[in-house]
């Protein structure tokens, strides 16, 4: 309820006590000179004054905690502001350190793949490399292998066909000519 509301059930009040005054005084009890307007406003006046000075303090008492509060409000969204925007600082940091990492570690992937692919490249090298070398010492052991077998098959057969001459008899001039070759060969001369 209202000022205004509090106002007009206290008048009907003061209406009320004065009628039940004016009929007592009527009967001829108590004697009061009640002029129902100057009573009336008389009593208003006091009525309005007693609110005015009452109601004054407890609307200003109202209105200091109402605003005392707005301002514990407004300080504690400031400092819920002040918080959100060091947080967001915060995190405005961490994703450009983050961002950084990132950036550092992309790099360093990239330089390790490229290190592994040359370390890849240079033993294929050195593979192909000893490959190559075991392929010619191969081929180099397979011709040696092949000539001696070529040449113990030469001193085979020369043996053969020098076993088979000697069972059939070498002629005068023809061992005469082999003895001064051999003398020759082995550097005596004839």
Same mark, same amino acid.
């Given at each position: 309820?209202?000022?205004?509301?509090?106002? @007009? @059930?206290?008048?009907?009040?003061?209406?009320?006590?004065?009628?039940?005054?004016?009929?007592?005084?009527?009967?001829?009890?108590?004697? @009061?000179?009640?002029?129902?307007?100057?009573?009336?406003?008389?009593?208003?006046?006091?009525?309005?004054?007693?609110?005015?000075?009452?109601?004054?303090?407890?609307?200003?008492?109202?209105?200091?905690?109402?605003?005392?509060?707005?301002?514990?409000?407004?300080?504690?969204?400031?400092?819920?502001?002040?918080?959100?925007?060091?947080?967001?600082?915060?995190?405005?940091?961490?994703?450009?350190?983050?961002?950084?990492?990132?950036?550092?570690?992309?790099?360093?992937?990239?330089?390790?793949?490229?290190?592994?692919?040359?370390?890849?490249?240079?033993?294929?090298?050195?593979?192909?490399?000893?490959?190559?070398?075991?392929?010619?010492?191969?081929?180099?052991?397979?011709?040696?292998?092949?000539?001696?077998?070529?040449?113990?098959?030469?001193?085979?057969?020369?043996?053969?066909?020098?076993?088979?001459?000697?069972?059939?008899?070498?002629?005068?001039?023809?061992?005469?000519?082999?003895?001064?070759?051999?003398?020759?060969?082995?550097?005596?001369?004839?």
């Amino acid at each position: 309820m209202g000022i205004m509301g509090t106002f @007009l @059930l206290l008048a009907a009040e003061a209406n009320a006590v004065h009628s039940e005054l004016a009929e007592g005084a009527a009967e001829g009890g108590f004697g @009061l000179n009640i002029d129902i307007l100057e009573t009336n406003l008389i009593n208003l006046a006091i009525l309005i004054g007693i609110l005015f000075y009452f109601g004054r303090k407890v609307l200003s008492n109202i209105l200091n905690e109402r605003r005392a509060n707005i301002e514990t409000v407004i300080q504690e969204a400031e400092g819920r502001l002040k918080e959100a925007q060091t947080a967001l600082s915060q995190a405005q940091e961490q994703l450009t350190q983050a961002q950084a990492e990132a950036q550092r570690i992309r790099k360093a992937a990239e330089e390790n793949a490229q290190a592994a692919k040359e370390a890849t490249l240079v033993r294929a090298a050195q593979d192909v490399e000893r490959l190559k070398q075991t392929a010619v010492a191969d081929l180099n052991n397979e011709r040696e292998r092949a000539l001696t077998q070529l040449r113990q098959r030469v001193v085979a057969l020369a043996l053969q066909k020098a076993e088979s001459e000697l069972k059939g008899g070498i002629a005068d001039d023809a061992q005469q000519s082999l003895i001064d070759r051999s003398i020759a060969q082995l550097g005596g001369r004839v």
